[in-house]
Each structure stands twice: as structure tokens, then as C-alpha cells.
């Protein structure tokens, strides 16, 4: 038991776990955040340019019925396909992308590494065609004398 909680401690202690369990608090918060903006922000912008519809109110009966809410039908226990719901997550996961996309762009931008050098030609012997040293004089395969 006491290896099994050294174990763990070592896992956990690790950076990157640490990174990602911050990771994780900082998107649940980020989350929230953004599905307040879809629906308390855009969807009443939405519905006012939409001419007054309430997306989040938006349903179809199961029953085929007409009912005046979806809490109405939920009483009456019937089913309902809440798509003015669907809707407003579908534009939350697309507001969320776009800005993971630009979080993710901006740290690319500034996080941006050196080209490698591409390897410059080895040196060959020109009798043997063996590698040499830029500064050697002599080739240590054949002997032969080289010239600078």
C-alpha cells in the first residue's frame, strides 16, 4: 500500500499532470463563462433580429400535441425533441472552438522555434570516398595526403 502511494504521489507531482489538472479548472471556468455568453448575450440578440423568437423555448411533442412550454409537456408527461436547445449548444461549441483557435493561434505565434540548419556535406576523401574531418590533412583510411 505505502509503494502504491509513492507511486501516486510521483505521478501527480509530475508537470505536466499539475499542467493539465489546471488545464481542466481553467476550462470548466472558461465553459461557463462562454455558455452564459451564448445564452444570455447572443441568443436574446438572436431572437430580437429573429423577430422575438426564444430558442431555448423552441420544442416538438412526442405526442404530436401543442403545448405552451416545454415544462407544460414535461407535466403532462410527454416526450419532447428540444432542437431551440440543440441549437444554442451547437453555437456554444462553436464560440468555445473560436476561441481555443485563437488561444491556440496566438501561442503559436509566440512560441515559435528556430529552423533547423540543414547538415552541411561531410567531407569525402577524394580517393577512397571515406568521411574525413573539415581540418584534416591526411585521410585516416587510406593515409593518402589531401590538399585544403
Known amino acids: 500500500m505505502k509503494k502504491l502511494l509513492e507511486d501516486f ?3 501527480a507531482m509530475r508537470g505536466n499532470v499539475i499542467d493539465m489538472a489546471v488545464g481542466v479548472i481553467i476550462g470548466g471556468a472558461f465553459g461557463k463563462i462562454t455558455t452564459s455568453l451564448v445564452s444570455d448575450i447572443f441568443m436574446p440578440l438572436l431572437g430580437v433580429i429573429t423577430g422575438g423568437i426564444n430558442f431555448s423555448g ?53 512560441h515559435h522555434e528556430e529552423p533547423e540548419t540543414p547538415a552541411k556535406e561531410p567531407r569525402l576523401c577524394p580517393y577512397c570516398r571515406s568521411e574525413i574531418a573539415d581540418d584534416a590533412t591526411r585521410c585516416p583510411h587510406c593515409t593518402s595526403v589531401l590538399e585544403k
Open 9 to 11: 504521489k510521483a505521478f
Open 58 to 110: 423552441l420544442f416538438y411533442a412526442l405526442d404530436g400535441n401543442t403545448y405552451a412550454s416545454i415544462e407544460a409537456a414535461a407535466e403532462a408527461g410527454v416526450g419532447t425533441l428540444n432542437y431551440g436547445l440543440f441549437i444554442q449548444n451547437i453555437i456554444d461549441f462553436l464560440l468555445i472552438a473560436l476561441c481555443m483557435f485563437i488561444v491556440v493561434r496566438l501561442m503559436n505565434r509566440f
